[in-house]
């Protein structure tokens, strides 16, 4: 592992920010740390940026032990939500300041920003001040000047989420891009699971400061591992497994050992097939119609199926169906009810 | 480029973490040093030598003889007597032209502003000498009218200290109007409320903690206020002048003690719930309020209007007399215009003047590098420490200035000590002045540092960025606007003041506030008045170059949400 974080804790007063977290970022990977507000998944990325102390625990980097080293020392990159550009200096400034600070020689910081700035696609923009740009143009400068001195591990804390949505796609692709070419190993904190889905090699998921998986976006979307990945990243059927006993047998072949109440089956809204029939135990109550695919709603004897269709089928709402589910596209989560 | 270290990447070398404790150590610890120094020892020293006897010995002696003399509670009841009187007048006036000015709409409120700004420029005397120029046995009504009028005395003492307060509560009072949320008002629009019916339900409620804040405030600037006392008070004796009296008159240094502590009861409890007053004001205020607009209303607007004109003229008038009859041969017989008042040679001419403008410039300096430093000593502090010094920082606005002027003498005139080398110098009185007015210099610094965003701080840390090149490079420039105003506060009021340092000078080494009053106690009123305007010259400019520098920042701000 290029960083490792061993063991982490971090406390305020009784509350767990991080409970004994531990995770870890390749060389040249992508990492997004995906969770609802208040998972530790900032707590954390401050703590290995050296801005924050833990209570416990290691973060190393190549082996070397990072905790009694601050912040400045530490040679990462990093990329605020707030852009956070220096006011009083111009774009230029603020892209060199790493550089400046290094003791890197005026001609050479000169000729790094141009070449960042075109990086950036921002090439005219080297005079002006902060606010002279709208916020995603100031994100990018803010990217530029992280990445400008190279960095051993560049941290994006939610970089995209004070921007509007047309612009958030096209800077997503952009880091992308830019990590892609540049290999820089890469921690991105972030709350939207479409945003981790297309941006990163591997998800860490977490909830209430733990790590609840981690994995590569299909594992997370297509085999999860806990209720809470299972509905935190995107819409989810959950089916008891008594019910599965009895109406869906072929899906308990995949199914861990353990208690009725231990798992429960999650199917994803495209993984359903529904067929009108009359003697079906299910009915339809709500279609609505989203452009490119439909969604029923249905319920069934042991409650309420949302399934999402391609195309158009038929089907009206109050006929009576059945559903199938091929056993492969079931994955059994700990259902956090034991 | 490749994510393995090259050499531009290197970790800087780990000297600097030790840097970083020193630097806070450093920022922290000098000015702490100061005001322990400075403020807080020789405060304990006023203490301690009002329970020092006559004979040595330690005890309640003192007090007992001052509270069973006449004279202590005569001056006392007549500073609190004063205190209300002034106190009920100004809130009231002041509520009027606040009001006036946020809530009313019509033209020339710049005449106001400009008006109510006046008082600050001067020392709090020249409302004194103006009400004499005007109202005095040789004024102008009494030579128009005949009417034997004595402004002498209680009547006078309130006049000029209405005059001089009241901007003070027209400020704290405005402040309050300016935050309440135009959309309560349309919400109550909507729902029947009459103008009236507004006012009384959400204007006033509102203004409630304003309005006590301002009234403490008045009241403290009365009972401590020195200059006025001095030059109009004639017999009426309040506890200020009580103080000087035994300490000048009488070099009793104990009884002044006493009587000193004694005047720091009421102004210690009166700041702190002043202070309570303030935050209970400030946490009903809505972050994204949207402001009052007035529209003009006749019924409410003109008479509005005319009040307000009316009491700033007033204002206005007592301190431009002073400037007139600066320039007139002889108040007020001879109306012809000479400059021969300004050829002061008593009270050592000019030169106390320039030893002013130098103490002022030193107290500004000096203040804003020590303001700056604590500043930036105290954010990095651990909390417990961050609390101790905030707590004494704020402390220096609740000593009223006799007090700290008593002390200084008690402290730095007492060969106990290496600190007697100060004693007469004007180092001592420009550190005073810093130490006089520490808190508001400290309060606005609190406030321009805590607009610096902590995320700007980590980027350039993360950047690598020691704790020196973020105070430079990144708190530096949001704090500057900060700076400056504290720069000049601390120049104005150093020019000004006259309770504090009234004690510390010497025939050698004094100051202008102190030389207007020896000449109006010579009888030379005149050229008290011309001294007077000099020092409304300087001040006034200096009001206006801090104006200029803001104009020039705002203009090429690169700072959009800064000022």
Redesign the interface.
Known sequence: M?LNVQNLTKTYGNFYALDNVSIGVE??EFVCLLGPSGCGKTTLLRII???TQSNGGEVRLLGENLVN??????????V?Q?Y?L????TVAENIG???K??G?LKADIQARITSLLGTIKLPDVAER???QLSGGQQQRV?LA??IA????LL?LDEPLSALDAKVRGELRTEIRDLQRS????TLMVTHDQEEALTLADRIICMNHGRVEQSGTPEDLYLRPTTRFVADFMGVSNLIETRYVRECLPALLENRPAGEDDAYIACIRPEQITIIADENGKATVRAISFLGNLNRFEVTYPAGRLIVETHGHINVSEGQRVRFEIRPEDCSWVVSGAV | ???E??A?????S?K??DV?RAFVMISLTIPVIGLLLFFVYPLAIVFLRSITEADGGLGLGNYAHVLASKGFWRATGHSLHMGLATTAISIGLGFVIAHALHRCAFRGKVLIRAAIALPLLAPSLVQGLGLIFLLGRNGLVNKWFDLGLDIYGFWGLLIANIFYALPQAVMIIGATLTLSDARTYEAAEVMGARPIRQFLDITLPNAKFGVLSAAFVVFTVTITDFGNAAVIGGDYSVLATEIYSQVIGQMNFNMGAVVGIMLLLPTVASYYIERLAQKRQFGSHAENAVPFVPTFTPARDLPMAAASFLIAALIAIVIVVVVYASFVKLWPYNFGMTVKHYDITLAGGYAPLWTTIYISLAAAIGGTVMLFLLGLGIRKAPDAIAKAVYFFSVMPAAVPGMVIGLAYVLTFNSTATPLYLLYGTATLLAVCNFYHYHTQGFLTAMTGFRQV?S??E?????????MT?IAI??VA??VTPMLISIFFFLFMRSMVTLSAVIFLTTPKMTVASVTIMRLDDAGLTSQAAAYSTCIMLIVGAALMMMKYVFYRMDKRS?????V
Do not use: K
Not at chain 1, 69 to 78: E, K, T, V
Not at chain 1, 86 to 89: K, L, Y
């Open positions: 290029y060389s040249h940026a050296g801005l080293l601050p912040a400045r020392q530490r040679g990462f990159g990093i605020f707030s956070s220096f006011p009083n200096m300041y790493g550089l600070i290094r890197v001040y902060p606010w803010a000047r992280a001195v190279d960095p051993r941290l540049l290999g820089i190993p | 480029m490749s994510a270290p090259s531009i990447t290197t970790p800087l780990n600097h973490f970083d965003p995320a700007l980590e980027a350039a840390s993360c950047l690598g960025s020691s090149r490079d990144v420039p949001y690169t700072l959009g949400t800064v």
